[in-house]
T-cell receptor, first 115, second 110 residues
Framework: DGGITQSPKYLFRKEGQNVTLSCEQNLNHDAMYWYRQDPGQGLRLIYYSQIVNDFQKGDIAEGYSVSREKKESFPLTVTSAQKNPTAFYLC??????????????FGAGSRLTVL | GQQVMQIPQYQHVQEGEDFTTYCNSSTTLSNIQWYKQRPGGHPVFLIQLVKSGEVKKQKRLTFQFGEAKKNSSLHITATQTTDVGTYFCAGDGATNKLIFGTGTLLAVQP
């Protein structure tokens, strides 16, 4: 089945530690995205990538880093510089068309808790 | 910057009642999408509207895109317990990136 796999589903981290969230897709989508979701809030874009070896900052990129070495993979590192890292992190992908933004397919999410 | 607001933030209805959520953008959108997120789940795409004044239906769900392409609505007729979840609109504006609304949490009491 085609889809997006995020791991781990739950992650606990001590303050000062970096953690990396995995995101893999087998949909052959060109674009991949990372969103952060906090309780009672919408989805905020952290980083996105439209092509291998290239990515752009979203609205809340500070304290995060990404890489796109393969089309299928877009890992997100939450660094110790992120002041409030406890959140639900969602990875998404889409094909790129000529009509602007395309339909997003989301992974099941990773819930990060900083102790 | 571009903002997309949704109202209400929360709605509690009795099963069988209708429900509407409204989405308003600070800028003109080229298209708007709607997503549903079940409790504990992830957003799932419902529909995309592109044309000014466009109306689309999916069974009991009716989606509308405003004439000025700055607002949209989702109306559910005769809600069921399976409709429970958070409904998000997402607009594609000048930045060519999807901006998500704040979402409306729908609770349905049987």
């Amino acid at each position: 089945d085609g889809g997006i796999t995020q791991s781990p589903k739950y992650l606990f981290r001590k303050e000062g530690q970096n953690v990396t969230l995995s995101c893999e897709q087998n949909l052959n989508h060109d674009a991949m995205y990372w969103y952060r979701q906090d309780p009672g809030q919408g989805l905020r874009l952290i980083y996105y990538s439209q092509i291998v070896n290239d990515f752009q900052k979203g609205d809340i990129a500070e304290g995060y880093s990404v890489s796109r070495e393969k089309k299928e993979s877009f890992p997100l590192t939450v660094t110790s510089a992120q002041k409030n890292p406890t959140a639900f992190y969602l990875c998404a992908s889409s094909s790129l068309g000529t009509s602007g933004a395309n339909v997003l397919t989301f992974g099941a999410g990773s819930r990060l808790t900083v102790l | 910057g571009q903002q997309v607001m949704q109202i209400p933030q929360y709605q509690h209805v009795q099963e069988g009642e209708d429900f509407t959520t409204y989405c308003n953008s600070s800028t003109t959108l080229s298209n708007i999408q709607w997503y549903k997120q079940r409790p504990g789940g992830h957003p799932v795409f419902l529909i995309q509207l592109v044309k000014s004044g466009e109306v689309k239906k999916q069974k009991r769900l009716t989606f509308q895109f405003g004439e000025a392409k700055k607002n949209s609505s989702l109306h559910i007729t005769a809600t069921q317990t399976t409709d429970v979840g958070t409904y998000f609109c997402a607009g594609d504006g000048a930045t060519n990136k999807l901006i998500f609304g704040t979402g409306t949490l729908l609770a349905v009491q049987p």
